[in-house]
């Protein structure tokens, strides 16, 4: 068992407590509704600082909207979105999603008051790609994209990285012990079969699979509106997945009574 502190923004607490773990299964309660997670997206997190050109509002034209320009920049990225969803893009753990990647923007700063044309903004984006794209790929398509934008307006820009900068995963496939064995106590003590699923987020189970060679998935109990208002998860489908987890520890531990 394994807590740590900061898991939202890069995920740094499990960074540095993984490296002197050796288990043979890692499982991560995640709240994903009881599904045994079998891959999960990169997330990339960037800032873009645009540099416009104040004026009076008199003649907005003799400036540059730096918020207009943020704006449209934001515009110009959300096409990869587009293209890294087409089907043909997709790997297999994802084909069947109709929107696996999501682009957000996610914080916008800038002007200086309402009877001036803003020289200054700024604004947040979280990218999502797929494991078989590098962090240094997302990246340059993304700079190229912006760059190519901010080239057909004149616009002077410049990109930032904060946070999380994680790649994406694939977990052990539904077929590995480790997973026929938790779907077989999931069965016998929620009387169901389990379903398995990949995510379109992250979670700190990549420390544990992609840098110390460690089985890993995420099995947690069911949630609503996360990140979201009245953020929530069933009391009654926690008690199920400490059961589960339980049961699991005995099998997989072969524990023995005394």
């Known amino acids: 068992m394994q807590t740590v502190v900061e898991e939202e923004c890069t995920g740094n607490g499990a960074l540095v407590t993984a490296g002197p773990l050796k288990a043979d299964a890692v499982i991560i309660p995640e709240p994903f509704n009881q599904l045994i997670v079998t891959g999960q997206l990169g997330v990339l997190w960037m800032t873009v600082a645009v540099q416009g050109k ?3 509002v008199l003649d907005t034209s003799a400036g540059i909207n730096a918020l207009d320009a943020a704006y449209y920049l934001v515009q110009s990225v959300k096409t990869l979105e587009e293209k890294w969803n087409a089907p043909k893009m997709r790997p297999a753990l994802w084909k069947d999603f109709k929107h696996p ?3 957000n923007f996610g914080t916008i700063n800038g002007g200086e008051w309402a009877s001036s044309v803003p020289a200054y903004a700024e604004f947040q984006l979280r990218i999502g790609f797929f ?3 590098s962090l240094d790929e997302v990246k340059r398509e993304v700079e190229a994209a912006l ?3 901010a080239k057909a307006r004149h616009l002077v820009h410049n990109v ?3 946070g999380f ?3 994406g995963t ?3 496939t539904p077929e590995s ?3 026929q064995a938790l779907g077989k106590v999931h069965e016998d003590v929620m009387k169901q079969a389990p379903k398995f699923g990949a995510l379109t987020c992250t979670t700190d189970g990549r420390f544990f699979q992609l840098y110390h060679g460690m089985p890993t998935t995420c099995y947690g109990p069911e949630s609503s509106s996360i990140h979201g208002i009245d953020e929530s998860v069933s009391l009654e489908s926690m008690h199920n997945v400490a059961r589960v987890l339980a049961l699991f520890i005995t099998r997989w531990c072969t524990l023995e009574h005394v």
Do not use: G, T
Request: avoid cysteine.
């Open 101 to 103: 990647i999501n682009f």
């Open 165 to 167: 900068q994680a790649e």
């Open 170 to 172: 694939a977990f052990p």
């Open 160 to 162: 930032i990285y904060n």
């Open 147 to 149: 760059a190519e934008a």
């Open 54 to 56: 104040p004026a009076h």
């Open 131 to 133: 494991p078989d794209q």
């Open 177 to 179: 012990d480790f997973f």
